[in-house]
């Protein structure tokens, strides 16, 4: 069954690209519309028994749902068959866009307010519950987890041929498709969420993960800019019968790395630094309430010392 669009005939252009892919089984754009439907109905529920839940959480999330069904379902999956810097321009949306955006709409706390507690519910909480507290997903969002598939899904796929031999299956582009969403989700969720997690990254360590993730793309897209050779040969035939040079296109995906992939990057440092500064004033403004209340024992110690010092020197 063929799951992804036929390759192109005509060179890209903004038309094209935009147009419905012909696509027999959209498995991402159904993944989508599935998430962005079951989503509304948890926000509906808790709206309309007078529970709040913010609205800027659900425009994110529904964002998010949206550019993963547009990636995958237009014109641009048809060429992401073809050029390796559409291919590439998918696959940094997939790891470096969709993902925030799904992350920020907190869909695990969404869950845990808005399923019921009996019946069906009752069984769905359960497992999430069991599933967070699981030793497997401790592991899977650790940095010893998500750095190396993140760094597989660049260097490993194109360095190491893992691209060239997973495309020439029926269904390959999609599962690479599907690999990058979840490598994206994987990394980006112990860096933005605000869900219940098994894990919990200090600050520091989530702006580290960011730092290493700018440089992870900056020298990859560098590299791929300077290659001489190709580095995925399944697309050197449909990139050639599109009247375009397969190295060129190549370099262009190099650009798109470097360029395209920093800006979610630097915006994501951007939310981590807030959210640091905004924890920390908070954590100082208790304290100086709490020292107004009860006072600041190390404080009242160091006082008494330095007046038992005084005291003593009176005295001489």
Request: aromatic letters at 10%; charged letters at 10%.
């Amino acid at each position: 069954m063929r799951v992804s669009g036929e390759i192109p005939s005509s060179p890209p252009s903004l038309q094209t690209f935009l147009a419905p892919a012909d696509i027999t089984l959209p498995v991402l754009p159904i993944v989508a519309g599935i998430l962005a439907a079951l989503y509304l109905v948890g926000a509906i529920r808790l709206w309309t028994h007078g529970r709040r839940w913010p609205v800027w959480r659900t425009i994110s999330f529904l964002l998010g749902c949206v550019l993963l069904a547009a990636v995958t379902g237009l014109g641009v999956e048809t060429y992401g068959q073809a050029l390796v810097s559409v291919f590439m321009f998918q696959q940094l949306t997939l790891m470096m866009m969709v993902p925030p955006l799904l992350v920020l709409g907190s869909p695990g706390t969404l869950l845990l307010r808005a399923t019921p507690h009996h019946g069906a519910g009752r069984v769905v909480l359960t497992a999430a519950h069991g599933a967070l507290r699981s030793p497997a997903a401790r592991w899977v969002l650790s940095p010893w987890a998500t750095v190396p598939l993140y760094l597989f899904a660049f260097y490993g796929i194109y360095l190491a041929g893992a691209a060239d031999a997973i495309l020439i299956f029926p269904g390959g582009h999609v599962a690479l498709e599907v690999g990058f969403l979840l490598a994206g989700m994987l990394f980006t969720i112990p860096i933005l969420s605000s869900d219940p997690l098994p894990i919990r990254l200090g600050h520091g360590a989530r702006a580290l993960d960011v730092f290493a993730e700018a440089a992870l793309h900056a020298f990859f897209g560098v590299f791929l800019m300077m290659a001489s050779t190709i580095l995925v040969g399944s697309f050197v035939a449909p990139t050639e019968a599109l009247g375009i040079d397969p190295l060129a296109d190549q370099q262009l995906a190099g650009a798109l790395a470097w360029s395209y992939g920093e800006a979610p990057t630097v915006l994501m440092l951007i939310y981590v630094m807030h959210r640091w500064f905004r924890s920390d004033t908070a954590r100082a403004a208790a304290a100086d309430r709490y020292a107004d209340v009860h006072g600041n024992a190390d404080l009242d110690t160091y006082n008494a010392y330095l007046k038992k010092l005084s005291s003593h020197d009176r005295d001489r």
